[in-house]
């Protein structure tokens, strides 16, 4: 595990993308945590605020372990990323489902939280550097396919995980088996990207063959190097706004379409309000691979323009309009979650743009503190204020007005950061020569 498996001579690079997929698809399983929430709620009388802890903690702690553990994910190779991604977050769903059948919430957050969670970030960074290399002429497809993967998660985990919830029954019990067997399913799934990874050959960088990674070439910053630039923080402000706009609605996605239409002649019943997660998972997963494809062709900076502006157009949208029209709810909706999705899958290709290829998953694992931060926001913001507005009396569509507002802001702060990413001054740039050295230490390390 500790050096990375090497493809074989004609070996395709079209094999590396299902190899993410398997383990992006399971991790995505934290874009579902919202069907949990009314039955841990339930069970354990906790509110709005309370029950969003692991998921918090988890994307806490996703950002916190990507940022420490990228170099490590850089040097070891996407194989032992993988294999340490599915050790933590199946062990996170085991000790969750302990916590769960004992009635003690902190062994939940401890699990689902702060062990899975760092499944989640080594997770999350471990096919990206392998990816850009392999796919050097398509990175925002390449890394979309991959990031597609964890927005699609929730796709499969939401309707699953309330089938389970019904089969096994919403209390203590039910709830700690159907965590049982998360943790237990996903742990052989994950298995299959851990035996199917492999990095491209050192020869092959060179090849003019259609089907083989091309070389190196342009500007190449060192992670240590990049943190010290104004680029990288405008984009950690660009992830964290855009971010922090789709996991409000994400996280309380199932409550949320509950309350709008809580007072109307169709109110939205549990299994509907899980379908409606489950839709938009799967905007954030086409977001992911539509929008990122079509950042190869327009530009990054111009696809967050669209990102951040159409972003507050849509939450405008659904604070005046919102409680009147349940089609306008959902598209609006949708389309926020496919931006908020397109901004994970753009955002590796963003830093290859600026960054260049030669530390880029450690880069990448570093910008996602932002992810953490927004982790932390998001929620706060939508369930501290709805927990507020409910003890004042209001409900429904009142519930999430101001909350909504202040998300419009955010997206506009995102707008402007993004207007001032410019390109990396050359002070930061490694000489070609360095880069090499470099490059043949590390092979010599892994051998």
């Not at 702690?61 to 990507?66: E, I, K």
């Not at 994970?344 to 998953?361: I, R, S």
């Not at 939508?382 to 909350?403: E, M, R």
Request: proline share 6%; glycine share 12%; with cysteine.
């Amino acid at each position: 595990m500790s050096s990375p498996p090497v493809a074989p001579p004609g070996w395709s690079r079209w094999l590396v993308p299902p190899a993410a997929l398997s383990v992006h698809l399971s991790i995505g399983q934290a874009y579902a945590w919202s069907v949990f929430k009314p039955h841990l709620e339930s069970a354990l009388h906790l509110d709005g605020t309370k029950s969003a802890l692991p998921f918090q903690l988890a994307i806490v702690m996703l950002g916190l372990s990507a940022a420490f553990g990228g170099t490590l994910v850089e040097r070891n190779g996407p194989r032992w990323a993988m294999t340490v991604a599915l050790v933590c977050f199946s062990s996170g769903f085991l000790i969750a489902a302990l916590g769960a059948g004992t009635r003690q919430y902190w062994l939940i957050v401890l699990g689902y939280g702060f062990v899975g969670g760092i499944g989640l970030g080594i997770g999350y960074i471990s096919p990206v550097s392998t990816l850009i290399k392999w796919f050097p002429d398509r990175p925002g497809m390449a890394t979309g396919i991959a990031i597609m993967g964890f927005g699609g998660g929730a796709l499969i985990a939401s309707p699953w995980s309330a089938q389970m919830l019904t089969s096994f029954g919403g209390d203590n019990d039910g709830i700690a088996l159907a965590f049982l067997v998360h943790g237990l399913s996903y742990a052989v799934f994950m298995t299959l990207g851990v035996l199917l990874v492999r990095v491209p050959r050192t020869e092959d960088r060179g090849s003019t063959a259609p089907d083989a990674p091309g070389p190196a070439s342009g500007v190449q910053v060192s992670a240590r190097s990049a943190v010290r630039t104004p680029q990288f923080w405008c984009l950690w402000i660009v992830l964290c706004m855009n971010v922090t706009a789709g996991i409000g609605i994400l996280e309380k996605a199932a409550p949320m379409i509950t309350d709008f239409f809580a007072g109307s002649s169709a109110p939205v019943s549990a299994s509907a309000a899980a379908g409606f997660v489950a839709l938009l998972s799967a905007a954030n997963m086409a977001g992911r691979i539509g929008w990122s494809s079509a950042s190869d062709l327009v530009g990054r900076k111009n696809i967050y323009r669209l990102y951040l502006g159409a972003g507050a157009l849509m939450y405008l949208l659904i604070a005046l309009f919102g409680d009147a029209s349940k089609p306008l709810f959902v598209v609006c909706a949708l389309v926020i979650l496919s931006f908020y999705g397109g901004g994970f899958a753009t955002v590796p290709a963003y830093l290859k743009d600026l960054f260049g290829t030669y530390q880029v998953g450690a880069i990448h694992g570093r910008l996602l503190t932002a992810w953490s931060t927004a982790g932390v926001l998001g929620p706060l913001i939508v369930n501290w204020i709805a927990d507020h507005q409910t003890g004042a009396g209001k409900h429904g569509a009142a519930l999430y007005t101001l909350s909504f507002g202040i998300m419009i802001g955010l997206l506009v702060v995102g707008f402007v950061a993004n207007e001032l990413v410019r390109p990396v001054h050359a002070r930061h740039h490694i000489p070609a020569p360095r880069e090499a050295v470099d490059a043949d230490a590390q092979r010599q390390q892994s051998a």
